[in-house]
């Protein structure tokens, strides 16, 4: 198993004024699974960090990826179907490119755990596998 990760604790993780930050560093910091990471999120990850930290915080986050503490998951061409699927079936929310290459990846893998803060998008969506996600931190 492994814990699909979207762009919100990561970025909580990362920013210490950021209001849930001690629950998604403390969730992040303790996984004992696979921490993936969909390729899309990392670029929406940089603009939030870009437009609101200093550089080093980004540069730490790609020295985790060159650790290996955090896996990088490319987006294959099925990927991009189910993308768009998921984008026009959820066009009233909107749920956008990034959620929806998360909701891709979690449906590749066989994974109901999504470490987001977005309840408002991902805790509507219904995947293919599940029901319905677990969103961690709870």
């Not at 604790?9 to 992040?28: E, G």
Request: charged share 25%; net charge negative; glycine share 4%.
């Amino acid at each position: 198993m492994a814990l699909i990760c979207e762009t919100g604790p990561l970025y909580a993780a990362i920013d210490r004024n950021d209001n849930a930050h001690a629950v998604c560093a403390a969730l992040l910091g303790d996984v004992e699974e696979p921490l993936i990471v969909p390729a899309p999120v990392i670029v929406e990850l940089d603009w939030l960090i870009a437009s609101r930290l200093k550089s080093t915080a980004f540069d730490a986050f790609l020295a985790s990826i060159e650790d290996r503490s955090i896996v990088v998951q490319e987006l294959e061409r099925d990927d991009y179907a189910r993308v768009r699927q998921l984008c026009r079936h959820y066009a009233d929310l909107p749920l956008g490119f990034v959620d929806a290459a998360v909701v891709a990846v979690a449906e590749r893998f066989g994974e109901r755990k999504l470490a987001s803060l977005d309840r408002r998008h991902l805790g509507v969506v219904r995947p293919r596998h599940a029901r319905g996600f677990v969103l961690l931190p709870t």
